[in-house]
């Protein structure tokens, strides 16, 4: 059934030790100094998205990839914290300050660097930037983005298949068209599994990313709770750090959770949880970040929009819980889903 890319092995390979280190409180520096003889001793630097390190998801998977960089090239990594209410100007000058200290590529971890790295990237021509999950024009940016609906089809094959009320959940961490791409892709996939006899319960945490959507387990917390009261029975989550509370809820209720980008089954800090963690659609962020690394380091640098899906298997289905492969017909039933969206036979919603 699974998948995974190259890049994937790479950077999944890692993510154990890099998720550890997060897990104990690794620290964040931005490092270096503005002299010249600093610059060439520096490389990989990235800026964290809401949640920062931790989050057991989403920035996690980027420090996998800044983590595997610096181990193989050797040379000198920052890895900066978003801070609380901050403002474009804010990422501006934190993706500004890291140009300037010599880091080469300078990697926003989230669609909300946007409109900063537009700003700043042209300032900087001999440096590459590049920014996950949001396409920005310029000559040195890098888009790294991800058909995270085809990962989340598998899901809802996988939530179909696994329940037993015939009722599932899905938590939404803010009310955005990024967001949206998960839940329409799982809502398809249930619903063509099932012929439309499994429901769907959906349950966005905020409107906005500053309301703590992505960086509230309480939140996410409770929503679990309110749809399992309501029945459902796996709850998949696209929530970053408020993700940890929708797992927990499940793990208490004694129902299935489906977790998101990174093998949330493998994690360290979820590991009380793990045997209710059936699976979780991965996007490949490490695999994506390193590979901007390495071009940069190869003198190649990426640039313009790079898609990392099924085909190219930058996105994926974790098999890690062997209970996933006991359920009657999920493994068959995912890998023909996988088969039929590459192939182009299921065209999968976004939203």
Do not use: H
């Not at 154990?16 to 630097?45: I, M, N, P, Q, Y």
């Amino acid at each position: 059934m699974r998948r995974i890319s190259r890049l994937t092995r790479v950077a999944v390979g890692v993510a154990s030790l890099a998720l550890a280190a997060t897990a104990c409180g690794g620290t964040s520096s931005e490092g270096g100094s503005d002299d010249e003889s600093a610059k060439e001793d520096l490389g990989l630097a990235i800026a964290y998205d809401i949640g920062g390190k931790g989050d057991q998801s989403f920035n996690d998977a980027a420090y996998a990839g800044l983590d595997k960089a610096q181990k193989e090239f050797g040379y000198k990594t920052a890895d900066v914290e978003p801070t609380e209410g901050e403002t474009d100007a804010d990422k501006e000058q934190r993706l500004a300050s890291l140009a300037r200290q010599g880091y080469n590529p300078v990697i926003g971890v989230g669609f909300a660097y946007g409109p900063a790295m537009e700003a700043v990237a042209k300032d900087y021509p001999d440096t590459t930037f590049g920014i996950v999950d949001s396409v920005v024009e310029g000559a040195n940016v890098a888009s790294l983005v991800f058909a995270e609906e085809q990962a989340s089809y598998l899901a809802g094959v996988a939530a179909a298949k696994a329940t037993k009320t015939n009722t599932v959940g899905f938590v939404g961490g803010v009310d955005i068209p990024l967001i949206q791409k998960f839940e329409a892709g799982y809502k398809q996939g249930v619903e063509e599994t099932s012929g439309g006899k499994v429901k769907v319960v959906s349950q966005y945490l905020t409107q906005t990313a500053e309301e703590g959507g992505f960086s509230s387990p309480d939140k996410g917390k409770a929503a679990a709770e309110g749809q399992i009261e309501k029945k459902a029975d796996v709850v998949y989550q696209a929530a970053g750090l408020s993700g940890q509370g929708v797992i927990e809820a499940a793990a208490k209720a004694k129902v299935w959770a489906i977790g998101v980008d990174s093998d949330q089954y493998k994690q360290e800090a979820l590991a009380a949880y793990k045997d209710y963690i059936l699976t979780s659609a991965l996007k490949d962020v490490g695999g994506a970040v390193y590979a901007l690394a390495k071009s940069v380091e190869d003198k190649k640098p990426l640039t313009g929009t790079q898609t990392f899906d099924l085909k190219v298997e930058g996105v994926g289905l974790a098999e890690s819980n062997p209970k996933l492969a006991e359920i009657e017909g999920l493994t068959d039933a995912v890998t023909k889903a996988q088969e039929d969206i590459i192939a182009g036979t299921i065209t999968v919603r976004t939203e």
